[in-house]
């Protein structure tokens, strides 16, 4: 069996793709819209040593392993096959056909992947974290973002939206959710390059502050503010959510930060944004979740290597169940995860248009791991193995909640 072959039956042979190797092996469909090329023997060396999705992540993140046509199309049609190994018989079938070739040779890592130390989710890894995913490059995430710099979920008021009208929407709906007010103090956790934080000041008259892991984000958001001529009202901060000393605020937004808080942190996480709540305060969390909570929290494989190390996603339940045990009353919660995929779409398209210019800023590797796993989350939230909830509570002010009768957003 030539390598091409092979490949094809570690990928699937229903799967819509041709398949090329380089022993000038084809196999697949002719006619298809995605072609992929096996360029080298590491290919197969990283497919036989980390089988499953890794594997092929290392092979595509290194170029050993081209993928030509829409991502999208080609991931959809390879999460139909298994991807969990490489049988010893194809191991064997392998090794005799590349010959002269040492396939089991150490082929390493590409310098995409992540190399964190330490305790987890101790404050120095999460910096640690943060920093590999976070601190690329503004001038890449402003190619891949838009204007808008909001690096979360949108949510589209019209089927044909743009991307920037859907960052607004959401920025808008979480300050309805939140029921802001002039005067108010707001404190954004996760803040991002500040958009939650501008739009809060700028069109609500809201005393805003945003914390960010992230150096560079901080930097680029407390310019974006000044340019914006709203420092009176806004700051960002690089800083860790555990160490704002201030209180009393009126409101928490927690934007695409939950993921990275680790399921044993959660009660602590509550609390604490229990605890900066006047009472009568009240918490938007918007966080990618699991359907359910029959699969580990962890996010596993590609995604803890390269793109969100010691991420974990929990299921809507359990979210609920810690907000209600560390003090807050849980009053609304919605799952919105086709906005999801829509937006990975738009920034997928992005990253197309400035592909070269992405590739000279941040390196091929990088460039090639944004690809991957932005169209592969998109599969994710298309076939709903991945959700996005909005959950809204409020911090009590005895059995009092200060909430209206029926929503107002």
């Known amino acids: 069996m030539r390598l091409a072959e092979i490949f094809e039956r570690v990928i699937g042979r229903d799967a819509p793709i041709e398949f090329r190797a380089f022993d000038g092996s084809i196999a697949g469909d002719p006619d298809a819209p995605v072609r992929v090329d096996v360029r080298s023997p590491v290919a197969m060396s990283y497919l036989a040593s980390a089988p499953g999705e890794l594997g092929l992540a290392r092979a595509y993140v290194s170029g050993t392993l081209d993928i030509h046509g829409d991502m999208y199309t080609a991931l959809a049609s390879m999460s139909a096959a298994t991807l969990e190994g490489i049988s ?46 976070y601190d690329v490059s503004n001038r890449f995430y402003e190619w891949v973002l838009g204007p808008s710099m909001a690096y979360t979920c949108a949510v589209y008021p019209q089927d044909d939206s743009s991307l920037e009208e859907a960052q607004w929407t959401k920025h808008d709906l979480v300050a309805r959710k939140l029921g802001l007010e002039p005067g108010m103090r707001l404190l954004d ?29 901080a930097e680029w958001g407390q310019k974006a503010i000044a340019e914006a001529g709203l420092t009176e009202l806004a700051e960002i901060r690089h800083l860790d959510y555990r160490d704002v000393a201030e209180g009393g605020f009126d409101a928490v937004s927690s934007i695409g930060l939950t993921e990275h808080i680790g399921k044993a942190h959660l009660g602590a996480y509550f609390r604490s944004l229990h605890d900066k709540l006047r009472p009568g305060g009240r918490l938007l969390n918007h966080c990618i979740t699991r359907p359910d909570n029959s699969q580990p929290a962890k996010v596993g494989g590609f995604l803890n290597r390269y793109v969100f190390p010691d991420g974990e996603l929990e299921s809507p339940g359990h979210l609920m169940s810690e907000m209600h045990d560390n003090g807050f009353e849980v009053r609304h919660a919605e799952n919105i995860r086709e906005h999801y995929a829509k937006t990975l779409k738009q920034w997928c398209d992005n990253l197309d248009e400035h592909w070269d210019e992405a590739v000279r800023e941040v390196g091929v590797g990088r460039a090639r791991v944004w690809r991957l796993y932005m169209a592969g989350s998109r599969v994710g939230f298309d076939r709903n193995t991945v959700q996005l909830h909005q959950m809204l509570g409020v911090r009590p002010d005895g059995t009092v909640s200060h909430m209206p009768l029926r929503p107002t957003w």
């Open 88 to 133: 010893p018989r194809t191991q064997m079938e392998i090794v005799a056909r590349l010959g002269g070739y040492r396939l089991w040779w150490p082929t390493g890592r590409p310098d995409a992947e992540s190399r964190l130390h330490g305790r987890k989710h101790s404050k120095k890894r999460d910096q640690d974290a943060i920093t590999h995913h």
């Open 189 to 217: 956790v996760g803040c991002g390059w500040g958009g939650m934080v501008m739009h809060a000041a700028k069109h609500y008259g809201v005393r805003a502050l945003g914390v960010t892991l992230s150096r560079k984000q």
